[in-house]
């Protein structure tokens, strides 16, 4: 044994409760030859029914068992908060930090010497990540996989970007709602999570370029025999892990965070991951400037051809080589000597990569774009930030001045939006206030503001979208979020009447509301913060101690504690 067990002194205890934890884990039909001397090894699980992409968690845990079993640990399984995308309301970002609290917490007040923590759907992967980081015991990420792509009548399609294209031709009447119907029986095809570079992908994808999730963890579909593969080899190596005593500390460096962001940049992964990224380093102890996201996409091209920015899948991917023949294309860029859950470096893991597509995963005389995936705006609308998918913007309007029609709240948008007296132009700026952290509350991804029913039938495909709310991954069009402060908070956004003038200039990286300050003093004295939402409960914890989008939408009191505190 190299190092004294965490675990030992909830068991080597003269006290009763010694005794008694000994006598519970007989209960459960482990006698001492099981866990005597060996890691105890936490499998978090986020299996749920509610949340389908992780329904099929529970086998890939049972592997993971086997390997820790294999490894000379014991295993002991446990569940962790689930947050389903499509079930959860008001959103699921208002309750990541939670996840990430019962998953340090789960950690810390138990005899767990090492962790495998089993996520896929969106903000399961940073909540496991952010519980891990804070706990700081040594843990490995496994994700659940994306689900295969999806067939539909001879066209090969992607949720859910496919879904809001076929949404929008469904508005426009160019599909029956029968056709409607059919498709939805068929774009999710198998168990796993969405299969197009959203979210989840590009959280698994990170996960992996952080060093906390073994090679290949992103990419392997969700029904592939190779990720339960995986998923013993992660119970096999978490043991060795704890042994070595290395912890997430040790592994999510800022190299480590440079090579996160330039992995997202040549994925032209989610905006959601900005926030989470943020998040995560500030449990680290160390901040994460915007500004160094908008830095190192000048010097990333996008080199992955994955909707929504590109053409293929997931599993695509997969079958191209899957995060490592990215990361080895991408190797110039990276910090290779980064630590990873292998014990072993970065660049250690990828020397034998190799890439089997060069149209899915392209090389840099080669790329899908020159530049990052991502674009860091500031300017009088955005103070503190705002981002922009550039990767998935359209190009003639990455420079665009229009007339802003404003929405005050998500109901407000969703009530006028397609009233016949709204008085809008395919030129204009569709602007929504109030659907941040405080305001909506908890920022949901009401970012990807529906174009006005009347406009998709004239042809219209995408306008200029501004708010303070996110954007799902899987969404695309020129669309501006996390505008920081958000409206609730008083910022700018908050002072943006119909009719007033914006300005968005991408390659300049600003975005501007052309209002003279002397009116914009006189709308900011009548401003009023909206009533809070809550009284009590989580709801209220939320909107006293959550934190603007440019510092991760955390909790304050869940960031590293300064040193020496
Ligand atoms: Fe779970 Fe898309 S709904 S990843």
């Not at 774009?369 to 674009?375: K, P, R, S, T, Y």
Request: charged residues 20%; aromatic residues 6%; proline residues 7%.
């Amino acid at each position: 044994m190299k190092r004294t067990l965490r675990s030992r002194s909830w068991f080597e205890t003269p006290e009763l409760y010694g005794w008694l934890r000994r006598a519970a884990l007989r209960s459960e039909g482990l006698t001492e030859a099981a866990y005597e001397g060996k890691p105890i090894i936490g499998i978090g699980n986020s299996w749920s029914e509610l949340t389908h992409c992780n329904a099929h968690l529970r086998p890939l845990a049972e592997a993971v068992k086997r390997g820790v079993w294999q490894a000379g640990g014991c295993p002991l399984e446990f569940p962790v908060l689930s947050l389903g995308e499509f079930n959860m309301k008001p959103t699921t970002m208002l309750f990541r930090n939670l996840m990430s609290m019962d998953v340090e917490e789960t950690i810390r007040a138990n005899p767990l010497d090492g962790v495998v923590l089993l996520c896929g759907c969106d903000k399961t992967t940073p909540a496991m990540l952010m519980g891990a980081a804070s706990a700081d015991v040594p843990a490995i990420i496994l994700t659940g996989g994306p689900q295969l792509s999806a067939h539909w009548r001879g066209e090969t399609l992607g949720s859910c970007t496919d879904c809001r294209r076929y949404q929008m031709e469904l508005l426009a009447g160019r599909i029956t709602s029968e056709d409607w119907h059919d498709l939805q029986g068929a774009i999710i095809r198998s168990p796993g999570h969405c299969m197009v570079m959203g979210t989840a992908s590009t959280m698994a994808c990170l996960a992996e370029a952080l060093g906390m999730a073994l090679p290949h963890t992103a990419a392997i579909p969700a029904v592939d025999s190779r990720r339960l593969q995986l998923a013993e080899e992660a119970g096999r190596q978490i043991v060795e892990l704890t042994l070595q005593d290395i912890r997430p500390s040790r592994i999510m460096t800022r190299p480590a965070f440079d090579n996160a962001i330039r992995v997202l940049h040549a994925l032209g992964g989610s905006t959601n991951a900005v926030i989470h990224l943020v998040a995560l380093a500030g449990r680290l102890g160390f901040d994460l400037p915007l500004d160094r996201f908008d830095e190192l996409a000048r010097s990333t091209p996008v080199l992955l051809d994955v909707k929504p920015v590109g053409r293929h899948l997931m599993e695509d991917f997969f079958y191209a080589g899957g995060l490592p023949a990215l990361l080895q294309e991408l190797a110039p860029l990276l910090h290779l000597d980064a630590m990873t859950v292998t014990g072993r470096t970065l660049g250690e893991n990828i020397a034998a990569a190799k890439r089997y597509d060069a149209e899915v995963i392209r090389s840099f005389d080669n790329p899908v774009c020159n530049e990052g995936g991502l674009a860091v705006l500031r300017g009088s609308l955005c103070p503190r930030g705002a981002i922009l998918k550039t990767a998935a913007a359209s190009p003639e309007l990455l420079r665009h001045r229009g007339r802003a029609v404003v929405f005050s709240s998500v109901d407000e948008m969703q009530r006028r939006l397609d009233d016949p007296d709204l008085n809008i132009e395919p030129g204009d700026v569709l602007v929504l206030q109030n659907a941040g952290p405080l305001g909506a509350p908890g920022m949901p991804e009401a970012g990807f503001l529906p174009l006005p029913t009347r406009l998709l039938r004239q042809g219209v495909r995408d306008m200029v979208r501004i708010s303070d709310a996110r954007m799902s991954g899987t969404a695309f069009g020129t669309v501006v979020v996390h505008v920081c402060p958000e409206a609730a908070a008083g910022g700018p956004l908050a002072l943006v009447r119909t009719g007033d003038v914006i300005e968005l200039d991408v390659p300049n990286r600003r975005l501007d509301l052309l209002v003279d300050e002397a009116e914009l003093a006189r709308r900011r004295s009548a401003w009023k913060p909206p009533p809070p939402p809550y009284h009590r409960g989580y709801g209220w914890l939320f909107q006293k101690h959550v934190l603007q989008a440019d510092q991760g939408c955390d909790f304050d009191f869940l960031r590293a504690a300064p040193p020496g505190s």
